[in-house]
T-cell receptor
Framework: DAGVIQSPRHEVTEMGQEVTLRCKPI?????LFWYRQTMMRGLELLIY????????DSGMPEDRFSAKMPNASFSTLKIQPSEPRDSAVYFC???????????FGDGTRLSIL | AQRVTQPEKLLSVFKGAPVELKCNYS??????LFWYVQYSRQRLQLLLR??SRESIKGFTADLNKGETSFHLKKPFAQEEDSAMYYC?????????FGQGTELSVKP
């Protein structure tokens, strides 16, 4: 298995634009997590899914952020409209069950100008 | 409320010195605790979890329920241990990350 796959690896866009980050979890994993990492705030859990259902989205910063998991092999994190303070590295991770060790993707480095 | 506290943002030691990365948690039930590590320019990865009670790369961590701690220890630090370390608690459907401690091992 190639592990958790995230795309794009880097994204640079102007503020106000819509940004969509993508994640393909490891096949057979039932839980998927989205994180944001910044120097100021460290690593933050944004949302996680179990069996494609959002379980805890209390970490989603505001309504501009939304996440979906239409099927077991794909998830998106969308920011609309984007702002410079959204600049961060966004990680996706998956695990077989929710309290098992997570496997992380390489992350998407997002820069909002 | 559940909380994970890593009091040190940065820990700097010399090669060969013992190292202890502190982690304290607040949780009323029986938590599951993990340590994750992120080496420079690499993915975050699991280092160890308390229920397996194993030693990975020379690191150990013991869950102390009385002190609500899960400190990560290594008797002799190596330069390749330099990384960001996160203490993570899972309990009651919540996953809580500590703020992370950057370990710098100097030659």
């Amino acid at each position: 298995d190639a592990g958790v796959i995230q795309s794009p690896r880097h994204e640079v866009t102007e503020m106000g634009q819509e940004v969509t980050l993508r994640c393909k979890p490891i096949s057979g994993h039932n839980s998927l997590f989205w994180y944001r990492q910044t120097m100021m705030r460290g690593l933050e859990l944004l949302i996680y899914f179990n069996n494609n259902v959002p379980i805890d989205d209390s970490g989603m910063p505001e309504d501009r952020f939304s996440a979906k998991m239409p099927n077991a092999s794909f998830s998106t994190l969308k920011i609309q409209p984007s702002e410079p303070r959204d600049s961060a590295v966004y990680f996706c991770a998956s695990s077989f069950v929710v309290n098992q060790p997570q496997h992380f993707g390489d992350g998407t480095r997002l820069s909002i100008l | 409320a559940q909380r994970v506290t890593q009091p040190e943002k940065l820990l700097s030691v010399f090669k060969g010195a013992p190292v202890e990365l502190k982690c304290n948690y607040s949780y009323s039930g029986s938590p599951e605790l993990f340590w994750y590590v992120q080496y420079s320019r690499q993915r975050l990865q699991l280092l160890l979890r308390h229920i397996s009670r194993e030693s990975i790369k020379g690191f150990t961590a013991d869950l102390n329920k009385g002190e609500t701690s899960f400190h990560l220890k290594k008797p002799f630090a190596q330069e390749e241990d330099s990384a960001m370390y996160y203490c993570v608690l899972w309990g009651a459907g919540k996953l809580i990350f500590g703020q992370g401690t950057e370990l710098s091992v100097k030659p």
